[in-house]
């Protein structure tokens, strides 16, 4: 009675999901494996009793297989995706849908053509509990309309190839995603603003403060961090016309010594969307037995690949880079 | 490949545990179902494609039964869990181990007689991610040995049946066996002090101030607020030599508004322990797979009676009473 | 224009009550002092132009002098206080109104007597503004009745010669007339445990928890740790009916470094405290230029010393002691 | 003894200000005041027992006046900044310094040739200990070089005539000043984003998100709403490279009551900074009886009106406006 699920892709995040799938949730059960690396492959098939086949395609078009997690590399998402659609299979995709603009309107075609949502995209804050009582406080009417989202996205630190396009595209692809999702609106320019550089990360242009103007006229300011050293901090306010909404701390403990009282922040992105990971899955599991999806969608990861590639562009230029999107198909209404 | 469970008692408590198991934490299957009502019995197993059982009896006896969960009333607990000893199987039991400390005593010896673990309690303050927060900061030293530690249970509302002693048996219960994980101590003496009642209660003695004094002389407080309306309520600091540690508000945003700033406090104990009794359960199925069983044992379960049936004396005497435990047998060192 | 204030008792107290009258506050003049040491009382007096007495019912009788404040040795405040009531002078005495009951009482005869207030103790909580806005809390009746009062005093060390006496006499004072205080109440009996001890103080009993019991019902609990390093920290709230009101924490910033979130708690007494010391000395001269005295009375010594001295007797006893109050003279009321 | 003081302008805040001085603070007399509205002035000065002067410019010739505040209306600011320089007396003067840069500049030019400063600006947040606080964070070093400023200032409402030029002039002018005090650092350019105007303001373009950047490369967002309703909520975080700090919330209790827990914030800019306003005369007090001033200088006065002006140059052109400022007098190191 489990869903069959199909992974392609099982470096350290595939690896991850297959755990979650198999040893932390209810319902699912992972029948295949794929990998480019065809050897790390079969040792992960082996450690769960599931079939290794030598390609996505193939994994896709088993008849076992009942849907389908894309973790391969981001330039192969796309391909994998269509595929699933071609197959009528649900599949999880994380992000990016795919690298270019294109690719992405590609995947809206097909599914549009299919005539119902088969792709969920792998935007994992959108399940996170605190993300979603900013959206009910919203809902509530309690601060009035939304003005301004503040929005701060901290990691402790980046490997040496992280450039300033990997800020947007990689990190503040997130927050970016969160304001569209809270604010329930779309982005019509961007703009990056390059302020004093962390000397933690070298020649890299680190912090970076991204301005977003939404349709509705409201703003978001996306505080991007990536050596910060203390902690994986996770920030958001919205301010409303009669209030605000502020993301809480979640530290379990108060320890009072030395002279301070003091709480944890999470180390990484695990400790911080272990919850949301687990809730994504779980809600995408009972989509995908109903042969579907839920929350973000392949219109989500087209936004997302559109706003994030005309932010590298307004990266290079200093400039506002107005965001161009093709109307929004009722599918994803 | 799951573990396959037989749960006594299919009341409220006993659904949501067959809910957790099927649609929410991998690795088990409810596969038998018994309950003095046998009709109820009946619907639920067949909601969920279990076998239904007469008897508790039957159930434990049944071959594809490999671990039992006993949520039935308190008073048949300490039978069933003996036949499941005797029938060598893992059993899961909710609180209380036995209403008397003669039956804990019982279960004591046949689990001893047994050789190895297979008794777990419902104590499920021992998963939450808080409470093992604090003990792991006692762990680390910050805050020297503990001296006093104050808890703080405090609930919504109660119904009209509830008296004083239940706030010692079904509400403090929890807050000892804490006292006890927390402090790795054990109880030599309790008292109960009766303030001031909430006249919300009508005549109930409410709230108490429940002191035990531990072996190491450190002192436990124990306030059971029982009717206090605003939410439920778990409180908790240990002050040690040199610093404190304290549970944190764990709400998920901090609204704005009307000249204040506020953030929720759990309505009610599903919401407050949701978590913990994943990771109890979670915990527990590794443990009954492996045979066994984890956290908190039959002399956990056995304590707890011996003090709050020593607490129910000291409310009726008003003065302090002496807390009379055996020895602790090594199985549970 | 200003207030002429005398003061008897020129230690480290003394002095910083000179500093605060004389370069922080509007209003008062320091224009006489008089100390045991009269070298020291020559030096300070020189250093801010005032003259130097004797004697303090030299001091007292001065024409000069409109109002007394009384910072000398414990055992001559009540004679210093009865002088400055046969002068018709307002006094602001320093804790303890006096050590005895017996001597308490001739001052309360004294002042009754007189007519009206002249009297006001030192208990500067009841001008912080936390604690007023605690007892602000409970008047509106968001919280319903007051039902306990957890006070928690904790300082970070204490001299070799204190003693588990002077908890009480010399800290928990303050905690006994904060819960007089905030529930408009008086203690009808008195009890004290001393769990385990703080190995930092050797042999102090130390931390002490003293139960009152107040003549509405309400329990209070104190708990004083006097050796617990980390800082000065007073904790307090009152739990209610339908609710709870707690003392906030009060850092000016909230630092993110090394994996946590930290505030700062106050060092000492001076720093926690230095605002309602303003608005204590701001409030009575402004009572005292109008010939009498506001907040803390003679009665509020009174009582204060007939808790503590019952304290220092359940100590020694271990037991429940009665606390005997004489009847309220309407002048207090 | 005291500082004798002349005020200039005596409508609401020097009424305040007048308050302060004769009945909260220690040190300093109003003598003398002046107002354009005689007969106020007539009034306010038998108040308070101090002789009352035609024009600003008798009251600071009166040989009487030792010190002058200026709480005139902005425009006359600078005229009687200008003519107490000349008399060689310290002057208090609220913001603005004046309301063009030459102006501004006129008083540096008369100021620096007197040779030592007498001016201070009414910049009161220096003188905050939650400022202070978090400048004493950067200090230490803890959170390693300042690269983003997010300021934050939020007002229940303001009236009709407010305009979005007034958001700079009157309101982040305070945030601008505090930038520059915490980051040891001057402004090179400005812009103004108007986002989604908050319905409670009209036509108001409020809220509106002020960037500017640093000579250093640090950034300054300053976001103004000036129609929240909620609260006067003044928030400010620095991001540094290995930390962040950020300023706490100074509610005095914690009241948990129907679902929440919830704290106060203040009502108004008076409730907000009343401590502020007390330290910044009393060190202005105690600088101005040495002869000199402390604290905010011409030059911060100037700085801040070149800033805001560039700034509605800002708001008119909709771009990035570069700040120009003189070379800075050696007397403002």
């Known amino acids: 009675m489990n869903l069959k699920i199909g992974i392609i892709g099982v470096g350290m995040i595939g690896q991850d999901h297959i755990r979650r799938l198999t040893t932390v949730l209810a319902g699912a059960s992972v029948v295949a494996v794929s990998d480019v690396n065809g050897a790390q492959a079969e040792t992960v098939a082996a450690g769960i009793g ?45 992000k990016p849908l795919a690298e270019t603009v294109e690719d992405c309107e590609a995947v ?5 053509r299919h005539g119902k949502r088969l ?24 601060i009035g309309a939304p003005l301004i989202f ?48 962390n000397s933690r990360g070298g020649a890299l242009a680190d912090p970076l403060l991204t301005l977003l103007d939404m349709r509705s006229g409201a703003l978001v300011t996306i ?11 996770i920030r958001g306010e919205i301010i409303g016309e009669t209030g605000v909404v502020t993301l809480a701390e979640r530290n379990d403990v108060v320890v009072k010594a030395n002279g301070v009282f003091s709480g944890r922040v999470p180390a990484d992105w695990k400790e911080r969307f272990s919850t949301a990971f687990d809730t994504e899955f ?36 200093g400039a506002r880079e107005p965001i161009k999107l093709r109307e929004r198909p009722a599918l994803y209404a």
């Not at 590399?73 to 595929?83: D, K, N, Q, R």
């Not at 989509?287 to 990266?315: E, F, N």
Request: hydrophobic content about 40%; some cysteine; charged content about 20%.
């Open 282 to 317: 779980r809600e995408w599991i009972a989509a995908a037995r109903a042969g579907g999806a839920t929350g973000p969608s392949s219109w989500d990861g087209y936004v997302a690949t559109a706003v994030t590639t005309t932010g590298v562009k307004a990266i290079a230029s």
């Open 108 to 112: 809206l075609d097909a599914e549009v």
């Open 50 to 94: 599931a079939r290794c086949y030598a390609t996505g395609e193939a994994l896709i078009a088993a008849s076992e297989v009942e849907a389908i997690i894309v973790t391969s590399w981001g330039p192969t998402h796309a391909t994998y995706v269509l595929a699933a659609i071609a197959a009528g299979k649900p599949v999880f995709c994380e």
């Open 150 to 197: 503040q929005s701060g996205h901290r990691n402790p630190s980046v490997p040496g190839y992280y450039t300033a396009n990997n800020a947007l595209t990689d990190t503040a692809v997130h927050d970016i995603d969160t304001a569209r999702f809270l604010l329930d609106d779309e982005p019509v320019a961007i703009s990056v603003k390059s302020p004093r550089k």
């Open 119 to 142: 792709v969920q995209l792998g935007f994992m804050r959108r399940f996170d509990s605190q993300y979603r009582a900013m959206k009910e406080t919203l809902r509530s009417g309690i």
């Open 223 to 233: 505080e991007t961090s990536v050596n910060i050293a203390y902690a994986y901090d």
